[in-house]
């Protein structure tokens, strides 16, 4: 950043609408790394980190061009060489998201990650929500974590078998699962939707093909909907879950992503009336 000062705080300006706000993150990124631990040698430097050339050299791509890159010149870099600078630069996740929205403004084709641990700060805020069931899932639709009023109200997901706490696995082979839902059909054509848009999404479908191989082996009803080739956002709406011991129950649920982690997403469903929030609070504290 040019250093334009401000005259009553002796701070540098915000950055202008011209500024080379890629140029800047790169020359950034590569102050902060250690020539040494890349074998770059300890001879004494003029400035922090990698020189251009030494980074050029990292990505395999000319001096001449990175030193380009940084100052804005020779138009948009295309996706391959943008990678080999985000390894080069040792960028983290977020990094490598940054780095293509400046030099593209698209963000950058989706690496699947394995799905990461919920935190307990995560687990947290499940069990506040005393009367809303919740829970946390894998784009492959796998139950992570979950809340006491999700136990009472939706499935005990502690008393199944880690590789039977799947949802589209309970919606379809289980009886039980499979008599809650009031609508049934449409429920279920709305989670192949969501599912099939949220494993490409988090680049996972390779990773839920032997779930759908399965599940198209031993459901007709699955075989039939995914077939269908449907696509939606699991977003938020209203489920009606019939309940053995209440009736009848009404529930708003809404889905959030989990940020830095694109593989975990979060679902909190509410009780729509009084009278909902009421029978769910009998079932939790029952």
Known sequence: MADILDGATNRPSMTTPHENLLGIFLKDRRAKLDPVAFGFGSTRRRTRGLRRE??????????TWYTWLEQGRGGA?????????????MLTPAEREHLFLLAQRRQPEVRYQEPGSVTPRLQRVLDSLEFSPAYVKTSAWDVVAWNRAAVAVLTDYAALPPGQR???????????????????ESHARLAVAAFRLETARAGAH?????????????????????????VSAHGEGTKYVEHPRVGTLALDYSSFAVDNQPDLGLVIYTPVTPDDMERVRSLVLG
């Open 54 to 63: 030494e980074v050029a050299q990292r990505a395999n791509v000319s001096a």
């Open 77 to 89: 870099p295309s996706a391959d060489v943008l990678e080999r600078v985000a390894r080069a630069l």
């Open 166 to 184: 799947n949802i589209l696995r309970l919606l379809f082979r289980d009886p039980h699962v499979r008599a809650r839902p009031v609508h049934w």
């Open 206 to 230: 390779e990773n839920a093909r032997a779930l759908v191989d399965e599940l198209c082996r031993s459901s007709a009803d699955f075989a039939a909907m995914w077939f269908d080739n449907d």
